[in-house]
């Protein structure tokens, strides 16, 4: 199966409207059709990979404090990204958003990026961001 990649010209159309892929372009527009107030990406939190300190700038953060990350693809290195700002800022409500939560994080393996999450988060009673969470009556569905 052949990979979709995004075109440079994609890229710069997104770019143009402020976001970096076609799903968080989907889910602001969502949020900006229902009135919800949003940030993209304006919020930076400094984080200590060890030896190294690094910035993390989530896509979303709403006005009730809930920190959206948008993930097509959930790269190792972002899931380790995520875990050490989560372990640095526990008091930090952080919600994912996955084009697809029942993707295997490798062709070899079981676990699903919902798995990882859901392992993360076993104090929540959910482990995605849901129409409660933004008060929407549906998510958009990515086309």
């Known amino acids: 199966m052949k990979k979709r990649q995004t075109s440079k010209a994609q890229s710069q159309v997104l770019l143009k409207h402020?976001?970096?892929?076609?799903?968080?372009?989907?889910?602001?527009?969502?949020?900006s059709q229902r009135g919800i107030p949003y940030k993209y990406e304006e919020l930076t939190l400094t984080y200590t990979?060890?030896?190294?300190q690094r910035k993390y700038t989530p896509d979303i953060v709403l006005e009730n404090g809930i920190v959206v990350e948008i993930k097509g693809r959930w790269v190792t290195a972002d899931r380790q990204k995520i875990a050490l700002v989560k372990?640095?800022?526990?008091?930090?409500?952080?919600r994912m958003v996955?084009?697809?939560s029942k993707a295997k994080i490798s062709k070899a393996?079981?676990?699903?990026?919902?798995?990882?999450?859901r392992d993360w988060e076993t104090d929540r009673k959910s482990t995605r961001?849901?129409?409660?969470?933004?008060?929407?009556?549906?998510?958009?569905?990515?086309?």
């Open 18 to 31: 402020g976001v970096r892929s076609g799903l968080e372009d989907v889910i602001c527009q969502e949020l």
């Open 49 to 52: 990979q060890p030896e190294k």
């Open 87 to 94: 372990k640095q800022y526990p008091e930090m409500d952080l």
């Open 98 to 100: 996955f084009s697809n």
């Open 109 to 117: 393996s079981k676990t699903t990026y919902a798995d990882i999450y």
């Open 129 to 143: 961001l849901n129409s409660s969470h933004l008060k929407l009556s549906r998510m958009p569905s990515s086309a």
